[in-house]
Structures are given as structure tokens and as C-alpha cells.
């Protein structure tokens, strides 16, 4: 039996095609957000964990630039980048403000990474480098993913995640 073929409760007609478009364009019915943006960051990531075995992903690395959750999805070739925009818009205004927290903690992050790094920087101390800014990344990422796909129930907030992470460091 396909999922499609069990009988569910019944909704509106306008709330349950809205859902339907939502999912079929891989953004979050419950949440109006789309993972997709997090592309934007984890790019930067596997850039910055292929620099230790290829140096000369620098470049790319130096070129990465900050982008918006709208700005994401106007540049890209998402398949629903129109209504991604337009169900951010009408997202819950605390969820958008968490997730615009982080991507600003993850631009950051990203900046400062950059503004250490310089394309004749010796491979070692570039590595160095991308591997803190991994290392502060990943969880934060995580976070987001979170935020958008509905699962912050008890979750830290952005600031909370970022306190963590710099306690961790200071150990």
C-alpha cells in the first residue's frame, strides 16, 4: 500500500494544497522554511575540509560570499526559490529571527575565517584555520537544520549555541 493510498484526515482544501506545494518544493509545511539555504553554508564547509588535502581550494574559499536567505533563493535554480521566498515572508517571525541569528553567527564565522586566510598563506595555517571554523560551523548548521525542519522543542537558542561553543573553546 503506498502512503498516498491511506486515507487522512479530512482538511480544508486550500490548507492541504498549500502543504502539498510546500512539500513537493522541499520546503517545511510546518515551518515555511527550506533546508535548501543550508546549501549555502555547507559549500563553505567542504571547501574549508578540502583544504588540508587540497591547498589550492583557496581560492574558491576566498571567493564564498554571504548571502541572505532571500538572496539565496533569488540567485539560485531551486525549483520553488519563488515560493520559498514567499513562505519565509509568512514564517513564524521568532523562527525566521533564529535562523537569520545563525546564518549572521555563520557568516561571521565565515568572514573571520576569510579575513584570516590569504591565498599565499602556507597550506598548514590554512588548515588550521578552516579547521576551527569547521569546527564552529557544524554545530550551528545543525541548529538551523533544526529550526527549519520544526525540531527546536528544547533546543538552545542561536546566542545559547554560540555561548557553548565559545565555552568549549576556552577549555
Known amino acids: 500500500m503506498r502512503y498516498q493510498d491511506c486515507a487522512e484526515p479530512a482538511q480544508a482544501p486550500d490548507e492541504t494544497d498549500g502543504e502539498a506545494r510546500l512539500a513537493d518544493a522541499n520546503i517545511n509545511p510546518r515551518t515555511g522554511l ?9 559549500e563553505a564547509v567542504m571547501l574549508l575540509e578540502m583544504l588540508g588535502d587540497c591547498p589550492d581550494c583557496i581560492g574558491d ?12 533563493f533569488a540567485a539560485s535554480r531551486f525549483k520553488g526559490r519563488d515560493l520559498a ?8 517571525p521568532a523562527l ?3 535562523l537569520d541569528a545563525l546564518a549572521g553567527t555563520m557568516t561571521a564565522v565565515l568572514l573571520a575565517a576569510r579575513g584570516a586566510m ?3 598563506m602556507p597550506p598548514q595555517g590554512a588548515a588550521g584555520v578552516a579547521s576551527r571554523a569547521v ?14 525542519n520544526g525540531e527546536t522543542e528544547g533546543a538552545a537558542s542561536p546566542q545559547a549555541a554560540v555561548d557553548g561553543l565559545m565555552r568549549k573553546r576556552g577549555s
Open 34 to 42: 527550506a533546508t535548501d539555504y543550508l546549501n549555502h553554508f555547507n
Open 61 to 72: 574559499f576566498l571567493a564564498w560570499q554571504p548571502l541572505s536567505y532571500r538572496e539565496h
Open 85 to 92: 521566498i514567499a513562505a519565509y515572508e509568512t514564517s513564524d
Open 96 to 98: 525566521r529571527q533564529s
Open 118 to 120: 590569504r591565498a599565499e
Open 135 to 148: 569546527a564552529c560551523l557544524k554545530p550551528l548548521i545543525a541548529q538551523a537544520g533544526a529550526i527549519i
